[in-house]
């Protein structure tokens, strides 16, 4: 998601009421929101559900959006709080038997743990979005989805050591964006 882009969208989605600068906006930003959302909540249906929201609310925010100075963590928190806020719902209409119910240790992360996790978590979903566009769908495929390199040189109609290729350039990249200099 580049920051030109972006704000050219959110100028046109302001002063035009463009739904076509909105289409592109949602294009540039929709697998980023999608990859958060499905973060929080682990589920497809209810990520998409989440991400949909999101994306209705921007629209209805457009003439705010183009003042807001980090537009990519805006949309962040809004995607992070939007999950965060269908799992209290989904865990408040959830009949759990006794014995299904969360272990104590399941919620000993402190405050602290959990913001760091969160932090480093948006820099992992940045450092995603830098790479070279196939670079990011083979590692997605094979790190977070779980497929395996002849599947996603299937897919993709490329070689088995593409793949590989591409995951170890995607890996070296995305250690060179996280770890401190």
């Known amino acids: 998601m580049t920051e030109q882009e972006v704000r050219r969208y959110l100028r046109q989605m ?5 739904e076509r600068a909105f289409h592109g906006f949602y294009n540039l930003c929709h ?9 929080y909540v682990k589920r497809q249906d209810w ?3 989440i991400v949909l929201d999101v994306f209705m ?3 209805e925010q457009r003439i705010k959006l183009p003042e807001i100075n980090n537009i990519e963590d805006y949309c962040f928190i809004l995607t992070k709080n939007a999950a965060l806020n269908y799992l209290e719902k989904e865990n408040r209409h959830a009949i759990r038997p ?3 119910l969360p272990e104590p240790a399941d919620q000993a992360n402190s405050p602290e743990e959990t913001l760091i ?3 480093l978590f948006a820099r992992y979903v940045k450092a995603l979005d830098r790479l070279p566009e196939r670079c990011r769908e083979v590692f997605i495929r094979i790190r977070e989805e779980k497929q395996s390199y002849a599947q996603v040189a299937e897919e993709l ?8 290729a591409q995951l170890q350039k995607a890996l070296t990249r995305l250690k060179e964006m996280l ?3």
């Open 14 to 18: 302001k002063e035009e009421d463009s």
């Open 31 to 39: 697998d980023r929101l999608f990859r958060i959302a499905y973060y």
């Open 47 to 49: 990520a998409q559900e």
């Open 57 to 59: 609310r921007l629209w």
């Open 98 to 100: 006794a014995d299904q």
């Open 117 to 119: 996790s969160e932090e």
């Open 157 to 164: 109609d490329i070689s088995v050591k593409t793949v590989d």
């Open 179 to 181: 770890l401190p200099e």
